[in-house]
C-alpha cells in the first residue's frame, strides 16, 4: 500500500512538470508559459513580445517553477521524514515487545525455578520428618525392647528369689501368697511389654 502511494506521488510530480503550465504576472497582465510558448486570454504571444519582456516572463515562470520544486523537494523531504519516524516508531515498537517478552520469559524462568526451589524444600523437609519419625520409632523400639529385657531379667531374680526361700522353708502360707501374686504382677508386666514390642514391630 505505502509502495503504490509513493509511486502515485512520484507520478503525480513527474506529470505535473512537463503538464503544467506556471502562470506568471508581468505588466499587470496573467501570462501562462506552457513548454516556452506564452500566452495570454488563452491566445499565443509570444511573437508580440519583446526579447527583453520574453526573458522577464521566462524568468518569472522559472523562479516559480523552481519555488514549486522547492515546496515538492520540502514535501518529499517531510514525507521521506514522516516514513522515517514511522520505521523508527515500529522498530521501537517491535523492540519494546521483544523486550517485554524476554521479561516475561525471565519471569516464568524465575517463577518455574522458585516452584522447583519449594518443591525441593518441601521434598527435604518431608524426608527429614520421615528421618526423625524413623529415628523416634528405633527409639521406641529400642525402649520396649529394654522394658522386656528388664521385666524378664527382675522376674528370674525374683522367681529365684522365691524359690530358695521356699526351699529353705522359710516362708509362711502368708508369704507365699504374697510372692504368687508379686510373680504374677510381674508376668504380666513382661506380656504388657511383649504386647507392645509387637506393636511397635
Given at each position: ?24 504576472t ?5 501570462y ?9 486570454n ?5 511573437d ?18 523552481t ?5 515538492e523537494?520540502a ?8 516514513r522515517?519516524?514511522e ?11 521483544a523486550e517485554?517478552?524476554?521479561v ?8 518455574a ?6 518443591k525441593?524444600e ?18 521406641k ?14 522376674l ?12 529353705k ?15 504374677e504382677?510381674?508376668r ?14
Open positions: 500500500m505505502k509502495t503504490i502511494k509513493i509511486l502515485f506521488t512520484l507520478l503525480i510530480t513527474l506529470v505535473s512538470h512537463t503538464i503544467i503550465a506556471q502562470e506568471v508581468f505588466d499587470n497582465q496573467a501562462v508559459v506552457k513548454n516556452k510558448v506564452i500566452t495570454l488563452g491566445e499565443d504571444v509570444s508580440t513580445l519583446t526579447d527583453a519582456q520574453k526573458t522577464e516572463i521566462f524568468n518569472l515562470a522559472d523562479t516559480k517553477t519555488e514549486i520544486k522547492a515546496v523537494a514535501n518529499k523531504a517531510a514525507e521521506k521524514e514522516k522515517q519516524q520505521k523508527y516508531a515500529k522498530q521501537r515498537e517491535k523492540q519494546a515487545k517485554a517478552k524476554e516475561k520469559a525471565q519471569e516464568r524462568k524465575r517463577k525455578a522458585e516452584k522447583e526451589r519449594k525441593s518441601k521434598a527435604r523437609k518431608k524426608a527429614e520428618k520421615e528421618r526423625q519419625n524413623i529415628e523416634k520409632a528405633k527409639a523400639l529400642n525402649k520396649a525392647e529394654s522394658n522386656l529385657e528388664k521385666a524378664n531379667a527382675k528370674e531374680k525374683e522367681t529365684k528369689k522365691y524359690q530358695k526361700l521356699e526351699a522353708g522359710k516362708l509362711s502360707p502368708n508369704d507365699i501368697e504374697k510372692w504368687e501374686g508379686k510373680l504382677k510381674l504380666a508386666n513382661i506380656t504388657k511389654a511383649e504386647q507392645k514390642l509387637n506393636k511397635l514391630k
